[in-house]
């Protein structure tokens, strides 16, 4: 069984920078990829962006692209999401989810194995 666990979510005024962190434990050697996905109040859950671990692919959806990027520390066992220039309506919970990442697509609910528990992100002045 996987587990992922995000921390670094926090209050940030507009273009400012946060990152965050995922970090897997229990059978991480079955995680072929980790997706950021985010749910802002009152909305559905989307897809931000993942890594692909066989090609070390990475992808974003258009709202982020050029202000996040994903990266991992296969050491740590550690995926993280560095948000810049972050922006009002960027607020949400954001999750990691094991799995979550179909190469040439990008992040896809349907591909999720495990959830994180999510952690705020709050971009106001």
């Known amino acids: 069984q996987v587990q992922v666990v995000e921390s670094g979510g926090g209050l940030v005024q507009p273009g400012g920078s946060l990152r965050l962190s995922c970090e897997a434990s229990?059978?991480?050697?079955?995680?072929?990829?980790i997706g950021w996905f985010r749910q802002a109040p009152g909305k559905e859950r989307e897809g931000v962006s993942c890594?692909?671990?066989?090609?070390?692919?990475?992808y974003y959806v258009d709202s982020v692209k050029g202000r996040f990027t994903v990266s991992r520390d296969d050491a740590k066992k550690t995926v993280y999401l560095q948000m810049n220039s972050l922006k009002p309506e960027d607020t949400a919970v954001y999750y990691c989810a094991a799995g979550g990442c179909v190469t040439g697509w990008g992040p896809a609910l349907w591909d999720v194995d495990a959830w994180g528990q999510g952690t705020l992100v709050t971009v106001s002045s």
């Open positions: 229990g059978f991480t050697l079955d995680i072929h990829a």
């Open positions: 890594i692909s671990f066989g090609d070390d692919g990475t």
